[in-house]
């Protein structure tokens, strides 16, 4: 769906260009009349002139006397139809996007997040359209107005769906990054009443305070830091947009595990520590370290290398505990440690603990 925001002049303009294509689309016509058209066909027309026609009244767009209107019928149940599937489309490839944030670079990162706030927001519009078209099929013709009735319920309860995981406590924090980009601001500020005042979560109060919430949260990490009180590393804390939170140079006795542990969700940890284990016959080392700009995401990997340091791939398949952590490595001589799963598994160990590594049941001890 296109992009509403095309500069202060011609936006207008820019919707209803982009309704009357929608209303001339040859897909749309054949659902009316009755043609020969593929449901599939039919539905994103539907669709899309939901959205195009929901835009303009969400945005307060005055339309030419030929193109004001309702849906009619069918289009509108084709539209409730095709949205439904949308919306379940949406949530299948929502669920990758916490590995796919931690996996690109922050522009890119920045996109998903504002690409996955735009299509909720174009499925608001074609909600506004829809209803709009029930309301009046409810007052004109209501003995025929069941179907529509059940898959409107449908489309509603599919988007109640999608809206239950994008307010996940994994995908929230991601999407509060950009809580505070253009792009919604600009949306607040052109829609129209009764919108205006009834905001939707995405422009609301909403991701501000997830935002808020997660520098206080951090804020809190910190404190932790400077209490711990015990020998390891230095670290500083950026965010993910290398926006500096703390610059921690006389932070100088803080423990591995406290630091790691301390770190927030969605922010980076730069250290300067290599943790090393050797396996017992002196054939195999594993190394853990923590470089700078790595994501909390991937925050730990372990390297599984031979003496001269080539990658120990011949180790692949083998079981790992790391702590109390189950790992196996990898193809590549990797075992990756899920940060949501080790990071309080660490804040439980005394500050001076040793990490224990045990490869295939036997334990590989950890060189000074």
């Known amino acids: 769906m296109m992009d509403i925001l095309r500069g202060s002049n011609g936006i207008a303009e820019s919707m209803i260009t982009d309704l009357r294509e929608a209303l001339a689309d040859a897909a749309l016509h054949a659902?009316?009349?009755?043609?020969?058209?593929?449901?599939?066909?039919a539905g994103a027309a539907a669709l899309r002139l939901?959205?195009?026609?929901?835009?303009?009244?969400?945005?307060?767009i005055v339309l030419p006397e030929e193109l004001q209107g309702d849906l009619p019928p069918e289009v509108a149940l084709a539209a409730c139809r095709f949205g439904t599937e949308a919306a379940q489309e949406l949530i299948a490839s929502i669920q990758r996007l916490p590995q796919l944030w931690d996996e690109v670079d922050p522009v890119t990162a920045e996109a998903l997040c504002l690409d996955t706030l735009q299509a909720r927001h174009d499925l608001w519009c074609c909600n506004v359209?829809?209803?709009?078209?029930?309301?009046?099929?409810?007052?004109?013709?209501?003995?025929?107005?069941?179907e529509l009735e059940q898959a409107f319920d449908n489309f509603q309860r599919a988007v109640e769906?999608?809206?239950?995981?994008?307010?996940?406590?994994?995908?929230?924090?991601?999407?509060?990054?950009?809580?505070?980009?253009p792009l919604l601001e600009n949306w607040r500020k052109m829609l129209a009443f009764p919108y205006d005042e009834l905001l939707p979560w995405w422009l609301d109060d909403t991701l501000p305070d997830i935002r808020r919430q997660e520098w206080e949260s951090a804020e809190s990490f910190y404190q932790e830091l400077i209490d711990a009180q015990a020998p390891a590393v230095s670290p500083e804390y950026y965010a993910r947009r290398a926006t500096p939170i703390w610059t921690v140079d006389s932070l100088t006795a803080i423990p591995l595990a406290h630091a790691v542990a301390a770190a927030p969700k969605y922010l980076a940890l730069r250290v300067s520590r290599l943790i090393t284990w050797r396996s017992p016959d002196n054939r195999f080392k594993a190394v853990l370290s923590l470089?700078?700009?790595?994501?909390a995401g991937e925050l730990f990997c372990i390297e599984f290398r031979r003496r001269d340091d080539s990658p120990a791939k011949e180790l692949a398949g083998v079981n790992v505990r790391f702590c109390?952590?189950?790992?196996?490595?990898?193809?590549e001589g990797l075992?990756?440690?899920?940060w949501e799963t080790v990071r309080d598994q660490l804040r439980s160990l005394p500050a001076l603990a040793p990490l224990q590594l045990h490869v295939d049941g036997v334990e590989w001890p950890q060189e000074d």
């Open 50 to 60: 939901a959205y195009v026609l929901g835009r303009c009244r969400v945005y307060g």
């Open 129 to 146: 359209a829809i209803d709009d078209a029930l309301d009046r099929v409810l007052e004109e013709l209501p003995e025929s107005s069941v």
């Open 291 to 295: 470089p700078h700009a790595i994501s």
């Open 161 to 181: 769906a999608l809206d239950e995981i994008l307010l996940s406590k994994d995908i929230a924090p991601l999407l509060a990054t950009v809580s505070s980009a």
């Open 335 to 338: 075992a990756r440690l899920p």
């Open 31 to 41: 659902l009316v009349q009755g043609g020969p058209v593929s449901e599939a066909e």
């Open 324 to 331: 109390t952590v189950e790992l196996q490595i990898d193809q």
